[in-house]
């Protein structure tokens, strides 16, 4: 196993071969360290989580699959410290290495994930995304990464942060291996009919920071070419980062329902910024609970009438390309602030959302999503392995 990334935990060797032969015969992928393996400590990114609990029963029922397609799980990824950020640095595991961005952050919290993929350690690997943990590390990172439909994949045996909003992810290098990832993970894979319509969500673009926007042209052109008509639309009357702190609301409330009486009880020693997270999640009021419910109805509907039957929504991935590693934590939590207002679309409507690594800026990648109606991932799927192969 190499671990000359910093993309694997180091607290235990944990791999298996492969129980089958199918689709993935011949490949590796590594899991993100909130997928149980039946015999081991899933460590979710915590010493003290770690020094907690024991080994799991069972193993997730994701992994599981990809083990009876054929592929060998080579290794566990590293991951924010439970899973709360989007940065990728662990305060007590340290930062993965972005190699398609020296010195800057690989995202998080599927950060080892995404820094295997992209340092090619791995064929694929699975993270999970709450708030963005699969899409902020892949277009940071310059890979493929998708944020499947809410509640599509079972979520059995993958460590919570916000049930509410958790999701199963993956990356690749490539969309052909993405598309054949999805065949084995997507229960009732069926190959749909290419969508007509692609909406660039002007509204999104505008929250790109400097050259952003000029610099993701020539690849929402090669997106374009694969649909019968390009519009341009608003996705929400103020902006969507004025949906974001509904988001906020609705994934702290969950995280400390899931959480609360752990942290009470452990006092676990979190890292900056991660601790204070954790204590703002304790302070949400049940009304703040209500409206934010209500604002989430309202952007379900609002996406569904949007993309109607045969739409596919084009945004930005992030507001920007990486920030560098040595980036003060409050210029960290604006910038993760700013990227939310784009992460959380997906999030509050349920939608699936994939990051095609198709541009550049200033030599780091710079993400470019591609997001449809629940249940429409194998749309997005199939676009990638025709956009970027």
């Not at 007590?92 to 010195?103: E, F, K, L, Q, R």
């Not at 990464?145 to 999701?167: E, K, M, S």
């Not at 979190?270 to 009021?285: D, K, S």
Request: negative net charge.
């Amino acid at each position: 196993m190499t671990n000359n990334l910093g993309a694997y935990i180091t607290h235990d060797n944990v791999a298996l071969s492969s129980t089958g032969e199918g689709p993935l015969s011949g490949l590796n992928f590594a899991a993100k360290d909130l997928y149980d393996v039946a015999g081991h400590v899933t460590g979710a990114g915590s010493p003290d989580w770690l020094a907690n609990h024991g080994p799991a029963a069972a193993t997730a029922s994701a992994v599981g699959k990809l083990l009876a397609a054929g592929a060998d799980l080579a290794a566990k990824a590293q991951t924010d410290e439970m899973a709360f950020s989007i940065t990728g640095q662990n305060a007590h595991y340290g930062t993965p290495v972005n190699v398609n961005a020296p010195g800057r952050i690989p995202g998080g919290s599927s950060s080892g994930s995404a820094a295997a993929v992209a340092g090619g350690l791995v064929d694929f690997a699975l993270g999970s995304d709450t708030g963005g943990s699969v899409r902020m590390p892949a277009g940071f990172c310059g890979i493929h990464g998708i944020r499947t439909t809410q509640d599509r994949i079972p979520v059995d045996g993958v460590h919570p942060l916000a049930p509410c909003f958790d999701t199963v992810g993956w990356f690749a290098r490539g969309g052909e291996l993405m598309q054949k990832v999805g065949r084995v993970l997507l229960p009732d894979y069926q190959d749909n009919a290419a969508p007509a319509r692609l909406l660039l969500a002007q509204d999104c673009f505008e929250l790109l920071a400097g050259d952003g926007a000029a610099a993701l042209a020539d690849a929402v052109d090669l997106a374009a070419g694969q649909f019968q008509a390009q519009t341009t639309v608003r996705v929400s009357p103020d902006g969507p980062d004025k949906w974001m702190p509904h988001f906020r609301t609705l994934q702290m409330a969950d995280i400390w329902r899931v959480h609360g009486a752990w942290i009470e009880w452990a006092k676990p020693n979190f890292g900056p910024g991660v601790a204070e997270r954790f204590a703002a999640c304790a302070t949400i009021t049940s009304d703040a609970v209500e409206e934010s419910s209500q604002v989430r109805e309202t952007v379900r509907r609002r996406l569904l009438d949007l993309l109607g039957g045969d739409g596919v929504l084009c945004l930005p991935t992030a507001p920007g390309i990486a920030p560098l590693c040595q980036t003060p934590e409050a210029q960290l939590d604006d910038f993760r602030w700013r990227a939310m207002g784009l992460t959380c679309i997906a999030g509050l409507s349920g939608c699936p959302q994939i990051n095609l690594p198709l541009a550049s800026l200033d030599g780091c990648p710079l993400g470019l999503s591609l997001l449809a109606a629940p249940g429409c991932d194998e749309v997005l799927l199939q676009l990638a392995a025709a956009i970027a192969p």
